[in-house]
């Protein structure tokens, strides 16, 4: 009678402990895929990044300068409360000297959109002799609005005909 009982018992032993196992490893796998997943997701974010820098450096390589106001890229892609820096390109087409000084507004209050050599809404001031260019570097920072497209539009007033450009900004979620 004695040997009976004790079988029993160690059956039931023998069930929680393969339940217990069972859990414990369903629990891993679960913790193990989601770690894998996100991974994967901050793999795609940084190479997205990565591969919209590329191809403003190669446009800026390649790119014949044809308008007299350029920024590249043209459209960026920053994640609420971050920021990017774009570069703002102004060429004298004209026979003379220029006075070139750019304003950038926003479309949004949230979206700051700054000038990096006076970190304002202004640049300073550049003369630029014919044919030659001068490289500004715009700063665009998301300070926690809505997601969306949003613009920064830049004017150089000095300049006759078409004296502005815009860029767009999609503002996705951060991550």
Known sequence: MQKKRFQKKG????SMTTIIVIIIGITLLSLGLLWV???????NRISQGAFEKADGAISDIFKEV???????????ELQQDGFQTVQFIVTDFEETALTVKAKVTSSDKSLD???ADTLKTESKEYKLESGKQVNLKLIVQEKGGNLGVKVCNVEVPTIKGDNSESLVVNIVKSQ
């Open 11 to 14: 059956a039931i032993e023998l």
């Open 66 to 76: 044809d308008k007299t106001l350029s920024i590249t890229p043209p459209s960026i």
């Open 113 to 115: 959109c700054l000038f």
């Open 37 to 43: 997943r996100s991974t994967f997701t901050n793999i």
